[in-house]
């Protein structure tokens, strides 16, 4: 293995994994962080994911499965490390970006002498970029989008030296679109003038795919790299070129299913929205789950499961509401509390619905897939082809005699407005 991503969620971890087996490097996403023995098809993988739910788990947490997470991925002959985050940069003031990369460069400063990393969640193809230190989502700055109202983590600043700088204790400077413009050379050069200033985390630039390459050739001697999936983009090009990688142009391969499918969301963003609005307007069957009723205790889960099951053709469970409707259940329930009820509830049914034959499942949202995949007992992820930009289907590795299971883990925010459709309709 020469590369090993720990990623702070489940479906920015099949995000990279996708990116990366896109140029053709073998990559198995491993679920939490395995124990001692490595998997059988870890071995073999020229890049490893090992997918935390660490996005918004409080900071000690984050840092303790982190730090976890790397060691096993060096133990198991990683070279070079990328913290996975979100293209929205999802945090808070505190963390778990920054708490996270410092202890992850603090791990790497005995062999790697790390003392500094490249930060860049740019995602072009999926409109995310970043100009002057400014995330934008589309044409709006990332304050100005749905981020603003996310459940957990509400992105209000879109300034990303001011948002890494609020979270770390190192100092946050910027390599600027011009820089970036000019070359790997001219980048290389930025990077250790920086460094000689002490700057440790280095916001970078990014308004296309070219800006991306540049940026991986010019930072390929940092060891870490805090980053979106979009900086992976040059990366099996560079691991072929700098450490004789074999690049595999059958990578993303996965098996023919054709048994019965579902889709979950959990997510209430704006993408998300929209697609459950597309998917009811299109007349197909969908239920509603309330968090209220989750909260007084009553048996949704098993109601909409039962549901479900009933349906003729691939139904839609969701608990998507739109921004007021997520605030006031919020202020009656609690943030963290409304949050975890409703991921409980979902995973409840992805669990039944596969025990009832389904072999196909999307589900929508970050957190929401970590626990529909933990739920499920899953455990590693090979790495399909792509449905839109960052959304692979994946195949979950399962013991003998186990059926088949197909998982399409979409990012809140990614997709047009028929993806369930459109990835019902992707083998
Ligand atoms: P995204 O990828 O859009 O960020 P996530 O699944 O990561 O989606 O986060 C959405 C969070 O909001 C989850 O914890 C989910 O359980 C919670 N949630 C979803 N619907 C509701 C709702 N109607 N009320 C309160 N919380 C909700």
Known sequence: MKLGIVADDFTGATDIASMLVRGG??????????????????????????????????????VAESLAALRWLRAAGAERFILKVCSTFDS??????????????????????????????????????????????GDALLSETGMRSHPLTPMTDANLVRVMQAQSRRPVGLLRHDTVAAGADAIRARLAALA??????????????????????????????????GLALGLPALLAAQSGVQLDAQAAQLDALTGPAAVLAGSCSTATQGQVARWIAAGRPALKIDPAALARGEPVAAQALAWAIAQPQAPLVYATADAPTLAATQAALGVAEAGALVEQALAAIACGLVAHGVQ????????????????????????????????????????????????ALKSGNFGGPDFFAEALATQ
């Open 25 to 62: 490097l073998r990559t198995v996403q491993l679920i939490g962080v395995p124990g001692d023995t490595v998997p059988a098809e870890a071995a073999d993988a020229d890049a490893v994911v090992v997918a935390l739910k660490s996005r918004t788990a409080p900071v000690d947490l984050a």
């Open 196 to 229: 000689a200033e002490g700057v440790a985390h280095v916001i970078a630039d990014a308004i296309d795919n070219h800006a991306l390459l540049l940026l991986a050739e010019g930072a390929s001697a940092l060891p870490l790299w805090v980053a979106g999936s």
């Open 360 to 407: 196909r499942l999307v589900v929508a949202g970050g957190e929401t897939s970590g626990a529909v995949v933990q739920a499920l007992g899953v455990r590693a992820l090979r790495i399909g082809a792509a449905i839109c930009p960052g959304v692979p289907w994946t195949q979950a590795v399962r013991a003998a005699g186990q059926p088949p299971l197909q998982l």
């Open 92 to 137: 808070t003031p505190a963390g778990n970006i920054g708490p996270v990369a410092e202890a992850m460069m603090d791990a790497l400063s005995d062999e790697y002498g790390c003392m500094q990393t490249l930060v860049s969640p740019a995602f072009p193809e999926n409109g995310r970029t970043v100009f002057r230190g400014h995330l934008f989502v």
